[in-house]
């Protein structure tokens, strides 16, 4: 959890390796994976806050060729 821009709450949970059972901790690493959509969606939605891009409208009257 981050207050004030400050980490002020960590916490690990799971199993970090199968094979030894080292437990997750707050300095644990994860591969980032597909991250590419939810990054999309979130421009796009951004895009739709700002009243630059409607949700209903065809996505060929934003594109040009």
Not at 11 to 37: D, E, H, M, P, R
Not at 43 to 55: C, F, G, I, P
Request: proline share 2%; aromatic share 6%; hydrophobic share 40%.
């Amino acid at each position: 959890m981050v207050k004030d821009g400050q980490l002020a709450w960590a916490k690990g949970y799971g199993i970090a390796n199968n094979k030894t059972k080292q437990s997750v901790t707050n300095n644990t690493l994860f591969q980032a994976g597909s991250i590419s959509k939810p990054v999309a969606a979130l421009a796009a939605l951004k895009l739709v806050q700002e009243n630059k891009v409607d949700l209903d409208t065809d996505v060929n009257q934003y594109l040009t060729s």
